[in-house]
């Protein structure tokens, strides 16, 4: 199994051909898009996975590239591929909302109507603590006062108020 993995790959002391770092940066790509998922949006809140994934894996390269620590051209290769992946991604995610979802994650509503969803708290490792820090930030004193509360795809609490007829 490790042979045809070798082959694909190349071996881990950077003798590997340009394609062979190609082939690493596509493996890497969305093993690296579930890891940053799997941590959470609090963790880089406003930035989206493939965002975060590629501004470390570019300065990681740039900087292994820069010591020797990886062959040259081939480091340069393969992050030039993730850029332009990025790139590609990120237009691909306008069209498919399946795609969007993988990449940028959904929006959960926290409260609607003045009543707080404490299943969406838990699923998304919030405290109540922290939607109410998210409602005082956004000039919401109650929840009580809430239409709507979003836990955004970026990490942050949007809040619509009720209106002063409802409230």
């Not at 993995?5 to 770092?21: E, K, M």
């Not at 300065?59 to 993730?82: D, E, H, Q, Y």
Request: glycine residues 8%.
């Amino acid at each position: 199994m490790t042979s045809w993995l070798t082959a694909l790959i190349g071996p881990d002391d950077g003798s590997g051909s340009t394609w062979q770092f190609c082939t690493r940066a596509l493996l890497l790509l969305p093993y690296g898009i579930l890891c940053i998922r799997i941590a959470g949006r609090r963790t880089f809140s406003n930035l989206t996975p493939l965002d975060i994934f590629v501004a470390i894996v570019v300065g990681s390269n740039i900087s292994r590239a820069m010591t020797g620590k990886a062959p040259f051209v081939p480091t340069l290769a393969a992050t030039l591929l993730l850029v332009v992946l990025h790139r590609l991604l990120a237009m691909a995610t306008v069209h498919s909302n399946l795609l969007a979802r993988f990449i940028k994650g959904r929006p959960v509503a926290l409260v609607r109507d003045g009543k707080i969803d404490r299943a969406a708290l838990h699923w998304n490792h919030l405290s109540e603590d922290d939607l109410i820090e998210g409602l005082r930030m956004e000039q919401t004193a109650r929840v009580e006062d809430v239409e709507l509360a979003t836990f955004e795809r970026g990490g942050k609490i949007s809040v619509v108020p009720k209106s002063k007829a409802d409230a």
